[in-house]
């Protein structure tokens, strides 16, 4: 089993930046290729960013590009999405999620791979 724990959501106007943490722990964090994902109120849980158990690679959703970074630190068991420029479609809650990889440079973005979740963190940008 691995625990996640989202944090550092928050009310923010357009433009402001925020950067997201998810703390992992119970198992081998370097392990787990990682990803971060959102739900809209009325909206299906969508993909915005992935990173490699190793963090040589990332992959990010056109709607991010350019303002969404996601990172890794496998000293700290912690993996981080910094957005910049936010917007108010950016407003959901923001979950991230991972996924044993025998690979140390493949990423995932498709929801139904992923095994564990966070519990969310509210991101909530105002015009």
């Known amino acids: 089993q691995v625990q996640l724990v989202e944090s550092g959501g928050g009310l923010v106007q357009a433009g402001d930046s925020l950067r997201l943490s998810c703390a992992a722990s119970?198992?081998?964090?370097?392990?787990?290729?990682m990803g971060w994902f959102r739900q809209a109120p009325g909206k299906e849980r969508d993909f915005v960013a992935a990173?490699?158990?190793?963090?040589?690679?990332?992959y990010n959703a056109d709607s991010v590009k350019g303002r969404f970074t996601i990172s890794r630190d496998n000293a700290k068991n912690t993996v981080y999405l910094q957005m910049n420029s936010l917007k108010p479609e950016d407003t959901a809650v923001y979950y991230c999620?991972?996924?044993?990889?025998?690979?140390?440079?493949?990423?995932?973005?498709?929801?139904?791979?992923?095994?564990?979740w966070g519990q969310g963190t509210q991101v909530t940008v105002s015009s």
């Open positions: 999620a991972a996924v044993q990889s025998y690979f140390s440079n493949v990423y995932y973005y498709r929801r139904s791979e992923y095994a564990y």
């Open positions: 119970g198992r081998t964090f370097s392990n787990y290729a």
């Open positions: 990173i490699s158990s190793s963090g040589s690679r990332t």
